[in-house]
């Protein structure tokens, strides 16, 4: 595939329980971003990803929220003990090298919904 | 506090005429601004950015305005056409690796 994936393309959950979503980047961009849209509003920045390593992780609201990318190519945004309030689209995208003037390319998300 | 404003959430033109969407914004250090496209059950699409140093960046029938000394910015879609109905964010961002900061959007309906 050619663009950027997301899997699941919805997730319903239990407040208290844990999910994870996946991001499969564009192949061979280096840099990965994760956001969050509530509705009626534009992608939040969670986390983003130079590599394997988390170059600026100042986004994630709270330490139940954690990411990895351990190879440099698909990552996943992990989510403990969820809230109701963590409900929202959750978006992926990648650039080739993560220079603020490089196109983002984004996944159509993953809609989560806790109960 | 937000750093991009969008104060319209919606705007309806006529098919043909143009669309004016509007951004401003609060931090003064941003160098570099974005317009993404988003239809519904899609990510965002990158649409058309511009530098701090230019004042104007076109690219078909897609126009963004940047006014420095305002902190506003604007897109200008002409002529539009029902294909062109979408949310469409406005982002802004620093140098290097800053990350990217965008607005709440506006919803655009062109009326064929």
């Known amino acids: 595939g050619a663009g950027v994936s997301q899997t699941p393309s919805n997730k319903v959950t239990e407040k208290g329980k844990y999910v994870e979503l996946r991001c499969d980047p564009i192949s061979g961009h280096t840099a990965l971003y994760w956001y969050r849209q509530s509705l009626g509003q534009g992608p939040e920045f969670l986390i983003y990803f130079q590599g394997t390593g988390a170059a600026d992780d100042s986004g994630l609201p709270n330490d139940r929220f954690f990411a990895v990318r351990p190879e440099g190519s698909v990552s996943t945004l992990k989510i403990q003990r969820t809230e109701r309030g963590d409900s929202a689209m959750y978006l992926c995208?990648?650039?080739?090298?993560?220079?603020?003037?490089?196109?983002?390319?984004f996944g159509p998300g993953t809609r989560l919904t806790v109960l | 506090d937000q750093q991009v404003k969008q104060n319209s959430p919606s705007l309806s033109v006529q098919e043909g005429r143009i669309s004016i969407l509007n951004c401003d914004y609060t931090n003064s250090m941003f160098d570099y601004f974005l317009w993404y496209k988003k239809y519904p059950a899609e990510g965002p699409t990158f649409l058309i950015s511009?530098?701090?140093?230019?004042d104007k960046n076109e690219d078909g029938r897609f126009t963004v305005f940047l006014n420095k000394s305002a902190k506003h910015l604007s897109l200008h879609i002409v002529p539009s056409q029902p294909g062109d109905s979408a949310v469409y964010f406005c982002a802004a961002t620093g140098t290097s690796y800053d990350k990217v900061i965008f607005g709440p959007g506006t919803s655009l309906s062109v009326i064929p």
């Open positions: 511009i530098s701090s140093i230019k």
């Open positions: 995208a990648s650039s080739a090298s993560g220079t603020s003037a490089d196109t983002q390319y």
